[in-house]
């Protein structure tokens, strides 16, 4: 739990060899361990570092400009070793040892160039399009991205806990592996590769013109097929908006239309019929649960476009639909034009509500997982809806899932699913050895226990953290630790 994110000053580098059908662009996947976007392709950068502002740089360019430039440069020569810069010392054993310094904290990367005689030069990095992070993510970033020609030299190589692996790739390439559901990247990404993979001289100045013309918030294609609508609902913090996504290629599934806000359904309706005129028709509403912040729209897109609208059986009591669905229950779309298969799956997963479903897309391996599994923390669980002991037989459950990427209802998707998953079930059974312990033989309200168990919460937020200490005792209760004393609660 946390207030919303400020964006961050960042820079990264998109390193180009070749020319023509032999352009390549350099490209690293993020590891499973990250906290932000594991498993995501992105270019080599990060966020601008104290000594950024201060680097001597020739060229013309503002003070925010050359931070930045500086930020690209020093991340990636950290990142992969390549080092963009004119004149010193450039031999690769000089090099091998500078980085190790860098990396080691013996050294600053200001102090390196100055020993070395690096120079570097605002021309040799060209501005490709300035990005910031959607209002869905838990992490939000004011990126900038520049383009860069290989300086030659030693072969990239990664050297950075954040990432996993790193490739020379031919842009037409990335964006058929994105297409087959493997490689999952955000949208500047995309918009990159497009314009990389479209060729010419002027690649640099189209690649700023995009960013710059994009509608904000943009269509969010994070793997093909799943497309998102980030809706500003009441959600319980920190989340402020409720993801919509649309599923599909050739039909399309709606999944939790969340805002009732005329305008935000407009956008959403616009999302939907320019996804129309590319060959992908809406054919029917899919609803994870039958919270507010996930269902403000559904009568207003049912009326719009005159589809169905299913969920589990437990919700038919709050919202009307045309069909349930039960675990296992299978929702088949029909393919586009390249016949990949979009059939999706139910997954009963009570916990965080009785009714509560995901839905799985095996082929890729991506679970839309509602308020299940969310972008980033935990959610809460609030009883006597919310069951602790649903929840995390729910997740369990997942796991035996070949789930590999997640499309949660708030915050950002993110790959490393099984990571995440797990990560889940273990802070969910350490909370409930903290409620545990904090239980005496004398009577504890919830009020007394809540800074006991949940020391790691702002008392601010307690009053949602309260639920799901209620969840964790009503858990503990049913196993016999716990034990209810008129307005509190003892160890059993």
Request: aromatic share 6%; proline share 7%; net charge negative.
């Amino acid at each position: 739990m946390s207030d919303r994110p400020r964006f961050r000053d960042s820079g990264a580098i998109v390193l180009v060899r070749g020319h023509g059908d032999a352009l390549e662009v350099y490209w690293a996947k993020r590891g499973d361990q990250v906290g932000f976007m594991p498993g995501f392709h992105a270019f080599v950068g990060g966020v601008t570092g104290p000594g950024d502002a201060t680097l001597p740089m020739d060229g013309r360019t503002d003070d925010r400009g050359r931070a930045l430039r500086a930020c690209a440069i020093r991340e990636t020569f950290e990142e992969i070793g390549v080092l963009v810069a004119r004149d010193g010392n450039r031999d690769p054993e000089v090099l091998d040892d500078a980085r190790e310094r860098l990396l080691c904290g013996d050294a600053t990367f200001g102090r390196l160039a100055a020993e070395l005689g690096w120079r570097f030069h605002a021309d040799d990095l060209a501005e490709a399009g300035r990005w910031r992070t959607p209002p869905f993510a838990s992490a939000r970033f004011d990126a900038q991205y520049y383009l860069v020609r290989w300086p030659g030299g030693p072969e990239p190589v990664i050297a950075d806990a954040e990432l996993a692996e790193g490739e020379w790739i031919a842009p037409a390439r990335a964006l058929e592996r994105w297409r087959a559901g493997d490689a999952l990247f955000a949208a500047p990404v995309l918009v990159t590769l497009r314009e990389l993979s479209a060729g010419g001289d002027d690649v640099a100045a189209r690649l700023v013109a995009a960013a710059e013309r994009l509608p904000q918030p943009h269509r969010i294609e994070i793997a093909w097929g799943i497309v998102l609508q980030p809706m500003p609902t009441r959600a319980l913090p920190p989340a402020t908006h409720t993801n919509a996504y649309l599923v599909g290629d050739g039909e399309m599934a709606l999944v939790d239309p969340g805002s009732g806000d005329p305008a935000e359904l407009d956008a959403l309706a616009a999302l939907v019929d320019a996804l129309a005129a590319d060959g992908r028709r809406l054919t029917r509403i899919l609803l994870t649960h039958a919270h507010a912040d996930h269902t403000g729209g559904v009568e207003a897109m049912r009326a719009r476009y005159g589809v169905p609208v299913s969920g589990h059986a437990a919700i038919a009591d709050t919202v009307r639909l045309d069909d349930t669905l039960a675990d296992g229950d299978t929702i088949a779309l029909a393919p586009g034009a390249d016949g990949r298969d979009w059939t999706l799956r139910a997954i009963h997963t009570p916990g965080h509500a009785r009714g509560h479903l995901c839905y799985f897309h095996e082929r890729t391996g991506a679970l839309l997982s509602g308020d299940h599994v969310v972008g980033a923390g935990t959610v809460v669980i609030d009883p006597p809806e919310g069951d602790m002991t649903d929840y995390v037989a729910s997740l369990e459950k997942l796991l035996a899932l070949p789930v590999r990427s997640i499309f949660p209802a708030h915050g950002s998707p993110a790959g490393a699913a099984q990571r995440r998953i797990r990560a889940l079930i273990a802070h969910r059974r350490e909370r409930r050895e903290r409620v545990l312990g904090a239980l005496a033989a004398a009577p504890r309200t919830t009020a007394e226990l809540l800074p006991l168990a949940y020391p790691d919460v702002r008392p601010e937020l307690w009053r949602w953290a309260e639920r799901s200490l209620l969840a964790h005792l009503v858990e503990l209760e049913r196993q016999g630790h716990a034990a209810r004393a008129g307005e509190g609660w003892r160890r059993a």
